[in-house]
């Protein structure tokens, strides 16, 4: 297929607004995907001028532009639109190279070339169109960043082959003045950056394509912006992760760098051309842990085996693109470009896209991101997600240091991420994070609702019937006949607190407590009453006659009583006899 036809295809689909210049041109079927880009970008510079030449010459309809006409030069599929094949043929006729490596397909227009130059002729002079390009784009505004693929290099070995190379490290600023600093690079001068790791940044209009770090994969052409998503979703090595829309790939080559090739990746997309793009990243990054699944993600179970376990997530869907700078937007966007419906029907797919990647039972981490300065895209889609998972999930306070947030007039703004291309010299981008809920966090929201005070203290319907299970649940326990001594007692105690916790509430363990300890000193008192050698033999027996009439009214422990009563003649007859020789020995001494 000619160059050309594949030009008047994106150039159809970008000025219909069916996706990003760049995005379509690295999806099509070119080998040589740099001069496509070039000759699609530098025609929309001209669509202007060439629109009103295609419609004062009318050489589509009067001349024979149709199917039958057109199958004589080259082989034409059903899908051509030739107005579209139109504009690259007269780009490079009236303003490019020229037409003289264009093969037959240049007939079309030379054929008629009195007639076109006529027309731009008159059109010039009565300053119809002119030459110079509709809209002033400067190719060359952005720093040339390089990402390092530590899965084939370290970050210290990139700077050194650079610095043999001639350029210079620049070292000497401080972090927050980088963005002060990367505007005013020297050509020779480069800058490690400071929030994402293994990021260096490079002179505008730096070209790096041909170079053999490039073509070896130890480093990946990738703006700034786009390495944020999987920096700070950041999956540790040996994790389950998924990228939901990972084509072309280079956010699934980082994230396999973040975790060293240990775990999981599966990426998904639904378009063969674009995952086949992916696959030479995988191939030439020597990427070995992702695993490439051509499927709408939208379709997948998250229960499945392979999706039960996926912890970390990664949502970069499609969008309007309007924050790339690359995208040519002034070339392409017209009202139609931010209009209300397009955007209501894009969010509404962002926020689809988003809530099943949150429906997935082990995520823990998830990143929405996208490349559109809309909020229709941004914000209003974590605000609405956020609040339909809000039990479940919170949004993090990503990068605190990072000023730009959110747009305002939204409870989510605060959390979420910026990036503009005039204030940080890289695509304008959009980044949330939305992680798990621990216990600690749960218990926090709970009294935040509850104005400060605890479940417990709360007097809820669900605490009573706390309350009641556990007045329900078995305790062992002991009578308190069991109980002979203090240590006894003791032992007794402990056991039963550990009981007690699990099962009774502190009101009942403290009143059986002090039952307790009540009956044992009633039983201490006694034994050491009746064993006190300064007791008269008259409070001995009143104490005994206590004893049986106590032992008359208790039938069922008639025995134990009577046995009691005989110890207790024991213990008197034993105090009656020592303090009759106590009596002799006084009176013995007395006499004496």
């Not at 000025?15 to 530098?42: H, I, P, W």
């Not at 999930?393 to 959110?406: A, D, K, S, V």
């Not at 009942?508 to 050698?533: A, G, M, R």
Request: net charge positive; aromatic share 8%.
């Amino acid at each position: 297929m000619s160059v050309y036809q594949s030009a008047a295809r994106i150039l159809k689909d970008a000025l219909e607004k069916k996706g990003a210049v760049k995005t379509l041109v690295y999806s099509s079927d070119e080998k040589d995907k740099r001069k496509l880009f070039a000759l699609v970008c530098e025609t929309l510079k001209y669509k202007t001028s060439l629109f009103k030449i295609l419609k004062e010459t009318d050489i589509l309809n009067t001349y024979g532009w149709n199917e039958e006409t057109c199958k004589e030069v080259f082989t034409v599929s059903d899908d051509i639109d030739y107005k579209y094949l139109a504009l690259p043929l007269l780009y490079d006729y009236l303003y490019g190279k020229g037409l003289g490596k264009a093969g037959r397909i240049r007939s079309l227009i030379t054929k008629h070339k009195g007639l076109v130059l006529k027309t731009f002729s008159k059109l010039k002079s009565e300053k119809e169109i002119s030459d110079v390009i509709d809209h002033k784009v400067n190719k060359s505004s952005l720093p040339r960043y390089v990402r390092v693929n530590t899965l084939k290099a370290t970050q210290d070995d990139i700077i050194n082959r650079f610095q043999q190379e001639g350029w210079f490290l620049k070292t000497d600023y401080e972090p927050s003045l980088y963005c002060e600093v990367l505007k005013s690079l020297a050509e020779s001068e480069f800058l490690v950056d400071p929030v994402i790791p293994g990021l260096l940044a490079f002179p505008p209009g730096t070209d790096f394509h041909s170079h053999y770090l490039n073509d070896s994969g130890a480093i990946i052409l990738q703006d700034r912006a786009s390495c944020f998503p999987a920096s700070i979703l950041n999956p540790p090595p040996g994790s389950h992760v998924v990228d939901c829309c990972a084509a072309p790939g280079n956010k699934t080559t980082q994230l396999a760098a973040i975790m060293n090739n240990e775990g999981k990746i599966l990426a998904f997309d639904l378009s063969k051309e674009r995952l086949a793009t992916l696959q030479e990243f995988i191939n030439k990054g020597e990427v070995t842990n992702t695993t490439v699944r051509c499927a709408d993600f939208m379709t997948i179970d998250p229960t499945i085996k392979g999706c039960e376990s996926v912890e970390y997530i990664l949502v970069d869907p499609s969008c309007s693109g309007s924050g790339i700078a690359e995208r040519r937007n002034e070339l392409t966007d017209d009202v139609r470009s931010t209009a209300k419906k397009r955007l209501r029907k894009l969010s509404r797919f962002q926020s689809l896209l988003l809530q099943h990647a949150l429906s997935f039972p082990s995520a823990k981490r998830v990143v929405y991101s996208t490349c559109s300065v809309h909020e229709e895209e941004n914000e209003q889609v974590v605000e609405e997600v956020s609040q339909k998972f809000q039990d479940r999930f919170q949004l993090e306070y990503i990068l605190p240091e990072w000023t730009m947030r959110g747009r305002d007039g939204y409870n989510c703004s605060k959390f979420c991420l910026r990036l503009d291309t005039n204030q940080h010299f890289t695509n304008g981008f959009f980044v949330a994070c939305f992680v798990l809920k621990s216990k600690n966090s749960n218990s926090q929201l709970v009294n935040d609702i509850n104005g400060g005070q605890s479940d417990e203290d709360m007097p809820t319907n669900s605490n009573h019937k706390k309350k009641k299970k556990r007045k329900l649940s078995p305790s062992p326990s002991r009578t308190d006949n069991e109980i002979s001594d203090v240590s006894e007692v003791k032992k007794e105690k402990k056991s039963k607190k550990k009981h007690k916790k699990k099962h009774l509430s502190d009101d009942e363990e403290s009143i059986e407590n002090n039952e307790e300890i009540k009956e044992h000193t009633k039983k201490k008192h006694k034994k050491k009453h009746l064993s006190d050698d300064e007791e008269t033999h008259e409070e001995i027996k009143e104490h005994t006659k206590k004893k049986k009439k106590k032992s008359k009214h208790s039938s069922e422990n008639l025995e134990e009583d009577s046995n009691k009563h005989s110890d207790n003649n024991v213990e008197i007859d034993s105090s009656i006899s020592k303090n009759k020789r106590r009596k002799k020995k006084k009176s013995h001494a007395i006499n004496e």
